[in-house]
């Protein structure tokens, strides 16, 4: 069993910062993707910030040059570090990864339940 653990939401002011964490645990044999999606009310859910196993990195337009996305191979777990925050970045903000678990021949998808961030003064 593979699960992802969330922390890090609330609420925030415009133009601060948060940051969230999470963390893979289970049989895991490897970690081939790391990311986050929000999703507004509303909307769809799109993707944010991912990271691969090679460490390329890519970003929604919408985030570039605020979000970062750092990530601990080593513990299996990835944050978001949110800056210069805006009203319109208020979603739930959910954690994915495409892990391969021991003795599976190939990697499965997997959400975190979400952790909520509300940019608001």
């Known amino acids: 069993q593979v699960g992802l653990v969330e922390s890090g939401g609330g609420l925030v002011q415009p133009g601060g910062s948060l940051r969230l964490s999470c963390a893979a645990s289970g049989s895991i044999s490897m970690v081939w993707f790391m990311g986050w999606s929000r999703q507004a009310p509303g909307k769809q859910r799109e993707l944010v910030a991912g990271i691969n196993s090679a460490g390329t990195r890519n970003y929604a337009d919408s985030v570039k040059g605020r979000f970062t996305i750092p990530r601990d191979n080593a513990k299996n777990t990835v944050a978001l570090q949110m800056n210069s925050l805006k009203p319109e970045d208020t979603a739930v903000y959910y954690c994915?990864?495409?892990?391969?678990?021991?003795?599976?021949?190939?990697?499965?998808?997997?959400w975190g339940k979400g952790t909520l961030v509300t940019v608001s003064s």
């Open positions: 994915k990864a495409v892990i391969q678990e021991i003795g599976r021949a190939s990697a499965m998808e997997y």
